[in-house]
């Protein structure tokens, strides 16, 4: 079965952005960028929040025909242009916008039946050669909503050398444990420390 995992930037304290979605705190450079690249690029699928979803949509399309187009830019606007983008939203459904309109190519919009919708997307077999991981990208309301149905099987988390104190969680309205297990850690130069963990569903 695939596996969803939560990649997310966070603060000391837990925090995925300010009050107001702030996330210029976050520390993004080219040895994170090679480092993430990497597992970005074995996967198929992308899970996204409606938020998230269309500031993806406003950047990456097109970032690798910008002028200064950074290597990161070409290499994930690619990646992003074959992906297959599924998007968590009521809203894009109601507003009546049907995949292949402009914007919405190679994408999959999720609006009810969340869990079962979910579990067929586990359940399919990923590309051979191809990872099982299915990253979901930021989007914390999304986020909430799939732990919450405990549909998470890790956790790819960037701690931030910085406390917000304040601003949105990335753990909120969870009623029981969730017990994890560390694969791996590394240090970044610029102080942001790497987590990688599994659900441990024994």
């Known amino acids: 079965m695939r596996k969803i995992i939560s990649f997310m930037h966070i603060s000391l304290d837990g925090f995925v952005a300010g009050m107001n979605g702030e996330m210029d705190w976050i520390k993004v450079d080219e040895e994170i960028f090679a480092h993430v690249g990497k597992r970005i690029s074995e996967g198929d699928t992308?899970?996204?929040?409606?938020v998230t979803y269309q500031m993806m949509e406003n950047y990456w399309p097109t970032a690798a025909d910008k002028p200064g187009a950074t290597r990161h830019d070409i290499e994930?606007?690619?990646?992003?242009?074959k992906v297959h983008k599924i998007?968590?939203?009521?809203t894009m459904k109601e507003a009546g916008l049907p995949a292949g309109q402009a914007g919405l190519t190679n994408t999959k919009i999720i609006s009810d039946n969340l869990?079962?919708?979910?579990?067929?997307i586990k359940q399919s077999r990923p590309p051979l050669g191809g990872s099982e991981d299915i990253l979901l990208f930021g989007s914390p309301t999304a986020t909430h909503s799939l732990i919450?149905?405990?549909l998470i099987d890790g956790y790819w988390l960037f701690v931030?050398?910085?406390?917000?104190?304040?601003?949105?969680p990335l753990f909120a309205g969870i009623k029981d444990k969730i017990k994890l297990?560390?694969?791996?850690?590394r240090q970044f130069t610029s102080g942001v420390t790497e987590l990688n963990y599994t659900v441990d569903r024994q």
């Open 76 to 81: 994930h606007s690619k990646w992003y242009s």
């Open 115 to 120: 869990s079962e919708s979910i579990n067929e």
């Open 87 to 90: 998007v968590l939203s009521r």
């Open 181 to 185: 297990k560390l694969l791996t850690t």
């Open 160 to 168: 931030n050398p910085i406390i917000l104190g304040q601003g949105i």
């Open 46 to 50: 992308a899970l996204y929040g409606r």
């Open 148 to 150: 919450q149905l405990n």
